[in-house]
């Protein structure tokens, strides 16, 4: 609709087909299909065809493919006419490994573009709307023209909309307007001359994209989607990209490295193979010769270096990472960015909430100090957003109010019945900077305001107070009794609130809370009880055990707080607590070296969190900061790790969170901390696994090369990625968490992924693995032939390469076993209890598939391996040689600790 904002509300509701009290559900689905949803236009997605396509892109992969056609070309040069499609069976593996290669890239791929979209769909804005007559919250991208909602201070607008009603609305409209103070919104219809009035001038307005920052209101969603004016500007939008994580950038790096150091052994591999062919051998010189030599040492080099790269590291670690990140959903933390899951295992400070996070967030009035009783329970439910349907026991609001107006209940004074007779008619909403909310009502007997806060500051605004029924000038004496009361109120840990009022003789011409807030007579004050969540306490205590230091951050007096974190376990003495105008006077420099000082902040404002994170993470400190309310943006936007409430959060709030709890737990944080740390083990527990094999495949063929021997070929190697290793590295990447997990100090975040001896793991491992399977080469040798000689005349011998080839595949199974605990012993009581069954899983089908290649006459011909060629007693010294890499790499891990326990 085009020039909505010259006509007035009630026409607007005609044109659009709506009422002030919102459609109807079956009204609203049927506007839903005829429109589409409230979504603006997006990219068309790529096929599956098209990653595919782009997958065979790889670098690595066009060299495999142009060795699978150089090793084509030269098997049809050799055939001298009579072709076999047996002669191509390297080919054949080659080609079939790219494509297995490929598609399970894809496969992970697109699981993990699922788990990302759904953990997106789990925090998915929604809005308030009116629809059968009453409030209920649906999905932004369900709402349709006609709908009216509902706003509040910190609401992201989703569509279009025609406002309605406002009380004191202010709009931050930025990105439409590039207008950085929020703008006032009002009801009536604007006058122009001719024309259109510019959109930032729209003031009876709200714009798809733009946020309520202050007050409250209703509006006629008047656009959706593409029609909307953010639509307009914006066209299509492209969807935001997932960026990689920090570890992912490490992985790529050392992809590129390995790369690098592969293909120059591959050039001594290639170069040996030339200089004993035309060298070392026996045959005259021929260019023939120095052809053939050079073709086939340079598809065996290729094809090698090649199988020898992990180069399906990088999904793995999505694969894990898409798999945690849905483990953290289950337990209520919705992780909206994946690189903040690499972040959370380096955690160090938790800045927390106390209402709702730390405490359950179900107050109770349990103390009450005033003159009149009736005036106090019929100020404090008045003055409140909360609402309470006749018959019913408990109110539906946030629970500080609902607590209020639970209360005026209980003592016989609905609020559905009060509203009747003093209907609010302005209102100052609460805001975290003053501390007050006031609303003003019409009575019988003339205008009243009620005003509602924190008592420090409702008490700053109180020049009278009640006596014998009697307003009378305030004094230092009384004021000193209220003080004395809130602390000692406080010292029990109860949340305190204040009450005043303020009569008219007619409506006051300002709603600004300036204009409101003053001269008010004090009526008393509550004392209510907000228990501690049962669970924080010992999540606390695990806070603890794991170098994590927790730090409380509440609007409350700061006896209130102390009394929390006292029996939290958060501080222990009373300096450790610190109010936010003392906070004023110290610059950044200061605060820097102060803020390890205090573990309790009370009274503070939006812009102390700010600086308290500012100053943590100038200590190099990782720090966590936790916000519900629109103010809290910055601190949370500031953070390492910002964590958004999501029940009590705000729109805007949760938009610019790293992670959204469920439950507003700070329980959950930490077993998302815990989630956290044991993604990053198992990641690297993947790493060490595939490296440390990959190195000793590469010293195999190395070895080999210079030897002028052959102990496996680049068959039996693409199969031993294929299959030993991806299985195996994909259920490690399940591992349960190790139970000492969280009794380790967090790591820091520059450390590398071959740090804490991990790189020197990889070498002497792989070391050792290879000399276990050329140990197993020439054991196979030798019981073929009865002795070593003309073991390196380059003679193949089936019965070596078998047991080489079974010794490595069982071998490598041993590695994936031994490296369930990077550091600590597999036989543990934590690693006993803890069975990995996925990883026993792929155990027992890379065991049968290993068996099968041995035995299997078609499958073996497949690989080249001589079906039969080693017997009972071959499989057994195979197995033995395996078998001897767990006490060897139990022992190294021994060393480790003991070495790591004496630095």
Known sequence: MDNIYLKEASEVLDELQSTAKGLSSEEAEKRLQRDGKNKLKEPEKESNFKKFLNLLVDPMIIMLLAAAAIQA?????????????????????????????????????????????????????????????????????????????????GDTVPADCRILESYSMKAEESALTGESVPVNKVVDALMCDGGKVPLGDRKNMLYSGSTVVFGRGKAVVSAVGQNTEMGRIAGALALATQDQVPLQKKMDELSKFLTKLVLLISVVVFGVGLVQALVLGNQPFSWNLLGTSAISSFVAAIALAVAAIPEGLPAVVTIVLSIGVTEMAKHKALMRKLSAVETLGCTQIICSDKTGTLTQNKMTVVEEWTEDSKLMATAMALCSDATIKPGAEHSEGEPTEA???????????????????????????????????????????????????????????????????QAVPMTPEFRSEVAKVNKSYADKALRVLCAAYRRYDEKPQSEEPEDLEHDLVYIGIY??????????????????GAGIRPVMITGDHKDTAVAIGRQLGILKREDEAVVGADLDQYTDEEMIELVPRYSVYARVQPEHKTRIVNAWRARGMVTAMTGDGVNDAPSIKAADIGIGMGITGTAVTKGVADMVLA???????????????????????????????????????????????RILSPVHLLWINMVTDTLPGLALGVEKAEGNLMHRKPRDASEGIFSDGAGVSMVWQGIYLAAVEIAAYYLGYYMANGSFSGIVSGVTCGTAMTMAFLTVSLAEMMCAINMRS?????????????????????????????????????????LGITAGAVRGREVLYSMLLALTTVPVFEFGKFIHRKTRKKA
């Open 73 to 153: 070309a030269v098997t049809v040069l050799e055939s001298a006419g009579s072709i076999k499609a047996s002669d191509f069976i390297d080919v054949y593996v080659i080609l079939a490994v790219v494509i297995l290669n490929a598609v399970m890239s894809l496969v992970q791929e697109n699981k993990a573009e699922s788990a990302v979209a759904a953990l997106m769909d789990m925090t998915a804005e929604t809005s308030h709307v009116i629809r059968d007559g009453d409030v209920m919250t649906v999905k932004s991208e369900d709402l349709v023209v006609g709908d009216v909602l509902v706003f509040e201070a």
């Open 403 to 469: 607590a209020l107006v639970n209360y005026a209940n209980k003592i016989g004074l609905p609020k559905y019945e009060l509203e009747k007779d003093q209907p609010r008619i302005a209102e100052a909403p609460f805001d975290s900077m003053r501390k007050m909310m006031s609303t003003v009502h019409e009575t019988k007997d003339g205008i009243i305001q009620y005003t509602k806060g924190a008592v420090d500051m409702v008490l700053d605004h109180c020049a009278y107070y009640l006596h014998d029924g």
């Open 527 to 544: 004392g209510m009880i907000d228990p501690c969540r049962e669970e924080v306490f010992d999540a606390i205590d695990r806070c603890r």
């Open 663 to 709: 439950d507003d737990n700070f329980a959950t944080i930490v077993r998302a901390v815990e989630e956290g740390r044991k993604i990053y083990d198992n990641i690297k527990k993947v790493l060490q696994f595939q490296l440390s094999t990959n190195l000793a495949e590469v010293l195999i063929i190395f070895f080999a090369s210079i030897l002028n021997f």
């Open 822 to 862: 990077c550091n600590g012993s597999i036989f543990s009581k934590d690693m006993l209890k803890n069975t990995n069954w996925w990883l026993w899983g792929a155990f027992a089908v890379t065991t049968l598939l290993t068996l099968a290649t041995v035995y299997v006459t078609p499958l073996a011909n497949l």
